[in-house]
C-alpha cells in the first residue's frame, strides 16, 4: 500500500488527528525496485513486444535497439516506451518518448528513462511525473538508488494531493526510505486549499524535514506560516503530529489580525483545522491595536513571563498572563482617548468579544494587585484602583478593574 502523503499528514495535524505516516511520493515503482535486490540477483527486463528490433556496434559495443510500441516486463512492473536502447557492456537501458512505468499502483511517466543494471540505479528526465491514486509528483529529474532506497527529485519539484486539497513546490526533494526521512530544499512552499480552491493556509521557508516517517515535521531559516487571520514567522518551526501542536523557536512572533505576540518559544495549538490556543513561553508580551488605528493612538501591551491565547474561529476569546504580569491599556472611544488603565498582578486575565477587550482580572496570591485608571491630564496615583476586600470570591487580592464608560474595556462579561 502507498503510505501517507506530505499533504495527507500537515492536515491530519490542523484538523487534530493523529493517525498515518508523513511520506512524500518519491520513489519509482516498489516491485522495480524490489525486482532488482531478490536474493541478490537482478533480474533483466522481459521484452513484451516491439515493432522493430535490430542490433549494432557502437563505440566498440554491441547495442540492441528497439522501436515501436515497445513494452517490457520487470518483475510486476509493465514498462512501455516508443524507443530502448540496450548497451550490453555497460549494462544500461535507455528508454525514451512516452515512457510509462506502472506497477497497478505508481505510475512514472518521463520522456527518459536511463536504467543502469550493475549499478542499480535510475534516472529519469524531461517532465517526470509520478501519480498515485490522490496524488502526483513532478519535476524536470529525478533518480532513484535501489540499494540504498533513496530517491532525489530535482527542478521544479511540485507534489500535488487532491484528496486534502495541498500543493508542496522546491527546488529539490530527498528521501531515505530505511531512515524514514524526507527532505524537500529550494525554498520550499506548503499551500492547502479548501474544496473551492480558496487557499486555507501556507508554510514557507528555507528547508522542510519529516522524520519518524511524519510524526515530526521541521521547517528551517526564515519560517513563515499564514493560516486564516493568523500568521507567524521564526527562525525554525517543527511540529509533532501526534500531539496537533506547532514550536515556534528563534526570534518567534506571531500576529492574529493587527495584534501581535511574541516570546521566546510560541507554540500554536490546532483543533478542527483551526488554531485554537497560542502559548506564548518566556519573555512573553502582546501588543493589542484598536480595529481602527487612528492618528495618535496608541496600541495597548500586556506582558508577563507565560501568556496563553485562546481563540475562537481565530478570533481573540481569552488571553491569560502569567508570571509578573503588567498591562497597559490605552481607552478610546469613538476616537478620542479617555484614558489609560494600568494594571499588575501575578496573573491577569483578558476577556475578548469581537476582537475587542471587554473586561479583566487581575490576581495575586499572596499579595495584593495593583492597577490604576489615568484620564487625560491626571495623576495617575490619585486613580488607584484598590484591591476589594472580598476579591472575586474566589482568589485572595484579587479585583476586577473596569471603569463605567462606554468602552469595550469596561463591559464586565
Not at 189 to 199: H, P
Not at 219 to 233: M, T, W
Request: with cysteine; hydrophobic share 35%.
Amino acid at each position: 500500500m502507498i503510505q501517507r502523503s506530505v499533504g495527507q499528514k500537515i492536515d491530519d495535524f490542523f484538523s487534530g488527528k493523529t493517525g498515518g505516516r508523513l511520506l512524500i511520493l518519491l520513489v519509482l515503482p516498489a516491485s522495480l525496485a524490489q525486482a532488482q535486490v531478490g536474493e541478490g540477483k537482478a533480474e533483466k527486463m522481459r521484452l513484451m513486444n516491439a515493432d522493430n528490433f535490430m542490433g549494432a556496434i557502437e563505440k566498440g559495443q554491441n547495442v540492441r535497439k528497439l522501436r515501436g510500441n515497445v513494452r517490457f516486463r520487470h518483475g510486476k512492473t509493465d514498462v512501455f516506451c516508443d524507443r530502448a536502447t540496450q548497451y550490453l557492456r555497460d549494462q544500461r537501458w535507455v528508454l525514451e518518448n512516452n515512457v510509462v512505468i506502472d506497477d497497478g499502483e505508481t505510475k512514472i511517466q518521463a520522456d527518459l528513462v536511463s536504467f543502469f543494471e550493475r549499478m542499480k540505479f535510475y534516472q529519469a528526465s524531461g517532465n517526470v511525473l509520478v501519480t498515485t491514486d490522490s496524488t502526483q509528483m513532478s519535476a524536470k529529474k529525478m533518480k532513484y538508488f535501489i540499494d540504498e532506497q533513496k530517491t532525489i527529485a530535482e527542478l521544479d519539484v511540485r507534489i500535488v494531493n487532491e484528496k486534502d486539497f495541498t500543493v508542496i513546490t522546491g527546488a529539490q526533494a530527498i528521501r531515505e526510505v530505511e531512515n524514514d526521512y524526507v527532505k524537500i530544499m529550494g525554498k520550499p512552499v506548503f499551500v492547502q486549499n479548501d474544496s473551492s480552491g480558496n487557499e486555507k493556509m501556507r508554510i514557507t521557508g528555507e528547508l522542510m524535514e519529516s522524520f519518524e516517517g511524519g510524526e515530526r515535521f521541521r521547517v528551517e531559516d526564515s519560517v513563515r506560516i499564514f493560516h486564516g487571520d493568523v500568521r507567524a514567522e521564526a527562525g525554525e518551526s517543527e511540529f509533532v503530529a501526534s500531539e496537533s501542536v506547532m514550536t515556534l523557536l528563534e526570534n518567534p512572533k506571531a500576529w492574529q489580525q493587527q495584534n501581535e505576540m511574541v516570546g521566546d518559544t510560541i507554540r500554536l495549538k490546532l483543533e478542527n483545522q483551526q488554531i485554537h490556543e497560542v502559548h506564548l513561553l518566556s519573555n512573553a508580551k502582546a501588543t493589542l491595536y484598536p480595529d481602527s488605528l487612528a492618528k495618535g493612538q496608541k496600541p495597548s501591551t500586556i506582558s508577563g513571563k507565560n501568556i496563553f491565547a485562546h481563540l475562537h474561529n481565530e478570533m481573540l476569546e481569552q488571553v491569560i498572563v502569567d508570571g509578573t504580569a503588567i498591562l497597559d491599556y490605552f481607552v478610546y472611544e469613538n476616537g478620542e482617548f479617555k484614558g489609560k488603565s494600568h494594571s499588575e498582578g501575578d496573573k491577569i486575565t483578558l476577556y475578548f468579544a469581537a476582537n475587542n477587550v471587554i473586561g479583566m482580572k487581575s490576581e495575586s496570591n499572596p499579595g495584593k494587585a495593583e492597577g490604576n485608571f489615568a484620564p487625560p491630564g491626571s495623576d495617575a496615583q490619585s486613580q488607584d484602583v484598590k484591591p476589594s476586600p472580598k476579591g472575586d470570591g474566589k482568589t485572595p487580592g484579587s479585583y476586577t478593574h473596569l471603569r463605567a464608560h462606554e468602552t469595550p474595556l469596561h463591559r464586565v462579561c
